[in-house]
């Protein structure tokens, strides 16, 4: 009996191969794409990253660039002030451009997008007289991304002196000052030359009419500081700025006992009062061929019958605490009389009829107020503002601010060399050069040895962190 074959499809294995062969290609492929998936999104994401880290570096730099600038120009500008005053106002504006925003570009382009940084600094706190702490704020951005940083560094100003050095003498310089300089009025003139450190446009503002009739000193001759083109002729080279202290401001002499109030009659000893003058003083001071030493809370000559006399062949040192008012006549005879004042209140000499001749006013920090009146001799001040009104005359020979704005109007007349932080000038009144002795001069600048400060003592950066 013949047996037939019956076919069954589950038992036939012919292609399984192909099937298998197929599926493992699928798997493959699917596994591929989710490996292409992921490496894509890794690409992405560490592209994004590197972009993000990026910023933050353009940021960091940016902060970097205006430290670096400021560190590498911080001695010279200390170097060239000599009060804090006039160094924080150079630093925050010709360095720091405070509160307004400085942008650096200089960095490599990054995927067709420029990079670049914004940087704000502003003044975080006043720590003390001497000390001030900045904000510095850099913001880097590539395209739409931006990161932010900060940091925070301390300037700190420090008195500096080098065995006598503390001056040069102008050199027919009439006026000269660390700042600005106006001439508003076209009867403002002036014989002999001015001068100025600023190399700011416009710091030299004169009036068109105005006459300066020797030179105009600039560091590197620089034209545009002066406004009006018509005197740029006269515009010279300064060299090197100049870099103007004050001398040490003595301690006060101490004494066992005041003596009280003195209105008149003669004084022939080393005394201690309350009050010196007042009203219809008269007051005979004598000093023999030595020295005097006189101090005292107030030096009053209080109306124009007031007088304080000086004889004798030696000199009169004379130290006041509090306040100074001059109405009256002061050394007429023109002895050698160097006064100290230690007070705060403004010195006021204020009376057509009064007289005011010293060798050497000094005062340690208050401001002068002179309107008509007659005043000679050198004048040292800490001083913030000086005001020449009326018809008074001044034979100052030198007149040494570097902390003041000095302001003359009307009738004024000054005579000698001024030096200030700036200077504004109007109406009729004339500045006048006048030749300065040397040896009259170096006397009040004793040497106290070297002072160097290290750029580590002036400025101190904190660590940049992003805020």
């Known amino acids: 009996m013949k047996h037939r074959k019956v076919f069954s499809p589950l038992k036939n294995e012919k292609g399984i191969a192909l099937v298998l062969v197929l599926l493992i290609i699928v798997i493959i492929s699917v596994l591929s794409l989710s490996m292409v998936g992921i490496a894509t999104t890794t690409l992405k994401h560490s592209s994004g990253e590197r972009d993000f880290q990026s910023t933050y570096y353009i ?3 940016g902060a970097t660039l205006m430290l670096h600038e400021l560190s590498s120009e911080i001695m010279e500008i200390h170097e060239d002030h000599s009060s804090a005053h006039s160094f924080f106002s150079t630093v925050e ?13 200089v960095f490599s382009d990054n995927k067709g997008e420029t990079p670049n940084a914004e940087v704000t600094v502003e003044i975080a706190e006043m720590v003390d007289e001497e000390t001030k702490r900045y904000k510095l704020v850099s913001k880097g951005q590539i395209g739409n991304r931006t990161r932010i940083v900060e940091t925070y560094l301390d300037l700190s100003w420090h008195e500096t002196s080098s ?5 040069s003498i102008l050199n027919d310089m009439a006026i000269f000052t660390n700042g600005n300089i106006t001439l508003s ?16 446009d416009n710091s030299i503002s004169m009036h068109r009419n105005s006459s300066v009739s020797e030179y105009i000193y600039i560091p590197g001759a620089k034209q545009s500081v002066v406004d009006e083109s018509s005197h740029h002729n006269k515009v010279r080279d300064l060299g090197e700025k100049r870099n103007y202290h004050l001398p040490p401001f003595p ?3 101490t004494f066992s006992e005041s003596s009280g109030n003195f209105h008149n009659g003669v004084i022939d000893s080393d005394r201690s009062f309350n009050v010196l003058g007042g009203n219809n003083s008269n007051i005979h001071i004598e000093v023999g061929s030595g020295q005097r030493i006189i101090r005292v809370k107030e030096l009053l000559l209080g109306n124009s019958n007031s007088s304080l006399t000086i004889e004798g062949d030696g000199e009169l040192l004379l130290y006041v605490e509090d306040k100074i008012d001059i109405k009256g006549k002061f050394n007429e005879a023109n002895k050698n009389v160097t006064i100290y004042y230690s007070g705060e209140n ?13 060798s050497l006013f000094y005062a340690k920090n208050a401001n002068l107020k002179i309107n008509g009146g007659n005043v000679r001799g050198h004048i040292f001040t800490g001083g913030n503002s000086i005001d020449f009104q ?12 570097p902390n003041a704005n000095v302001k003359l109007s009307g009738n004024a007349t000054f005579k000698g060399s001024l030096i200030s932080e700036q200077l504004t000038y109007s109406g009729n009144a004339d500045v006048i050069y006048g030749e300065i002795l040397e040896d009259e001069i170096i006397t009040h600048f004793p040497g106290e040895g070297s002072t160097d400060v290290s750029r580590e003592q002036i400025l101190n950066i904190n660590s940049i962190r992003e805020r």
Request: aromatic share 6%; net charge negative.
């Open 59 to 61: 940021a960091e730099a």
């Open 93 to 105: 504006t010709e360095l720091l451009n405070l509160n307004n925003t400085i942008e650096y570009d």
């Open 163 to 167: 065995d006598g050095e503390y001056i």
């Open 185 to 200: 009025n076209s009867n403002s003139n002036v014989t002999g030359s001015i001068g100025t450190n600023s190399q700011v």
């Open 251 to 253: 301690d006060l002499p």
């Open 346 to 358: 403004s010195v006021d000499i204020t009376s057509n009829n009064s007289l005011f001749y010293t």
């Open 390 to 401: 009326g018809n008074g005359e001044t034979h100052s020979q030198l007149l040494l601010a």
